[in-house]
């Protein structure tokens, strides 16, 4: 239960954007979550919520792109996906393997509302 | 009202990250190996704690993560190292500002090896870089041969794993060829040790991965 932990993070990152650049009222949020971050997205937008009232974050509807888990071995090139990391190549059985993707935690983008008259 | 979409690309964890790199140039430059025992409550991290430094030729420190008491810390600190208590007081696991905090209290002349016993839970904190050298799984023989693929995240990016209460064998059912399998299977990489709490065996293959885990740090920090 770390849910707390990133959106305080999240809001750390998001609000000083939002002052920055004089955002009102942010309308979506878009994540991307790799499935190795055990992160359950339910916890997350319930701490979100709770966390982000009085803020001009406070209405942002979080959606969240689960990404799945992809691996290369450096010394055959092979690339596979999987719903378990491997630590081997299935293929050469090398232990020069990568995960290159499953671990992402990032902000994709915000959808924010125009300030009235600069609409357009 | 018109809404328009703005692309940002960015770490949710970046300050965390800041917090974590600023660690490691500390560690860098004092030629100090960090080391973060992640691991249930219960697991054996404090007794391995308390092994290692009976018996260790390098100078260690320790950090102490708990939600609440002192009681690890005044373990440890029997053995006359330096030791820092965080409690986080209902927090699940250890977050890189706590551990810059801290440093503040900490000597580090002369230091070799720094230990950061994690909160007990195997969940949390995997997820948050410390700015440590490498992530050390710690799991008992009482916990169960599933652990591994039921916790995948940890046992696939930490650099060792240490199988604690083997002593318990003969009186419980675990599946040791299962678990070590499945060790294998998630991170073929990782460092494998099996300690025997009650005689110790196991204690100094332990003892000498981490002191050429310090040789190697120091090499590659001279070159």
């Not at chain 2, 260790?56 to 190292?81: H, K, L, M, P, Q």
């Not at chain 2, 000498?208 to 090499?219: G, I, P, S």
Request: charged share 25%.
């Amino acid at each position: 239960m770390h849910e707390m932990s990133l959106v305080e993070a999240l809001l750390d990152s998001l609000l000083p954007l939002c002052a920055e650049n004089k955002w009102e009222k942010v309308d979506r949020i878009h994540l991307r979550i790799g499935s190795l971050r055990q992160v359950i997205p339910e916890a997350l937008v319930f701490c979100f919520q709770t966390a982000s009232s009085g803020t001009p974050l406070a209405e942002a509807a979080v959606e969240i792109t689960e990404i799945g888990i992809r691996q290369k071995c450096d010394q055959c090139g092979l690339e596979w996906g999987g719903e378990i990391p491997l630590g081997r190549c299935p293929g050469c059985g090398s232990i020069e393997v990568a995960t290159t993707a499953g671990f992402e935690l990032e902000i994709d983008s915000l959808e924010v509302f125009e300030n009235g008259n600069e609409a357009g | 009202m018109a809404t328009k979409r703005v692309s940002l690309i960015q770490s949710v964890m970046a300050a965390d990250e800041r917090y974590a790199a600023r660690i490691r140039s500390v560690m860098k430059e004092r030629g100090i190996l960090l080391l973060n025992l992640i691991g249930s409550p219960g697991a054996g991290k404090t007794t391995l704690l308390e092994e290692t430094l009976k018996r260790c030729r390098f100078s260690a420190a320790v950090i102490e993560g708990d939600v609440a008491t002192a009681r690890d810390a005044e373990r440890i600190a029997a053995f006359g190292v330096p030791v820092i208590q965080i409690n986080t007081k209902g927090g699940c696991h250890l977050e890189a500002n706590l551990v810059l905090r801290a440093f503040e209290n900490l000597q580090f002349d002369k230091l070799d090896v720094l230990f950061i016993e994690n909160v007990g839970n195997l969940v949390c904190p995997a997820e948050f870089d410390l700015g440590e050298d490498m992530k050390i799984a710690v799991c008992s023989t009482a916990e169960g041969a599933d652990k591994p693929l039921k916790y995948p995240h940890l046992f696939h990016t930490c650099s060792a794993v240490v199988l604690t209460k083997k002593d318990l064998l003969p009186y419980i059912r675990f599946d040791r060829e299962l678990f070590w399998k499945d060790v294998e299977s998630l991170n073929a990489k990782a460092a494998k040790f099996e300690i025997d709490n009650l005689s110790g065996d196991g204690i100094d293959a332990w003892l000498n991965t981490v002191e050429t885990w310090l040789k190697q740090k120091r090499e590659t920090q001279r070159a």
